[in-house]
């Protein structure tokens, strides 16, 4: 069974820094992008930061780029998301992600979602 499961979210004050960590297991991820995405109350869940198996690239959301940084363990099968300089505005659960190349979006895999909370 694949399985996502993130740690690390918390309450923080403005200008902090958190790390999310993410554990992924039940096959290999191989080719796969994984990755990291947020929802606040009352809002759609919206990307925030990717990184791809093969070339080790990353992509970032504009309203994060600068200031969260997402690292990939491919032998631990592991995505981290480094968040700095946090902002109230970035109060939301967190998920984790895992994309297959090539297959749609309906094959993605998620985690539970972490609270990350920053108070003003």
């Known amino acids: 069974q694949v399985q996502l499961i993130e740690s690390g979210g918390g309450l923080v004050q403005a200008g902090g820094s958190l790390r999310l960590s993410c554990a992924a297991s039940g096959r290999t991820f191989e080719s796969w992008t994984m990755g990291w995405f947020r929802q606040a109350p009352g809002k759609e869940r919206e990307f925030v930061a990717a990184?791809?198996?093969?070339?080790?690239?990353?992509y970032y959301a504009g309203a994060v780029k600068g200031r969260f940084t997402i690292s990939r363990d491919n032998a631990k099968n592991t995505v981290d998301l480094q968040m700095n300089s946090l902002k109230a505005e970035d109060t939301a659960v967190y998920y984790c992600?895992?994309?297959?190349?090539?297959?749609?979006?309906?094959?993605?895999?998620w985690g539970q979602g972490t609270q990350v909370t920053v108070s003003s």
């Open positions: 990184a791809t198996w093969a070339e080790g690239n990353t």
């Open positions: 992600n895992a994309h297959p190349a090539g297959l749609g979006y309906e094959y993605d895999v």
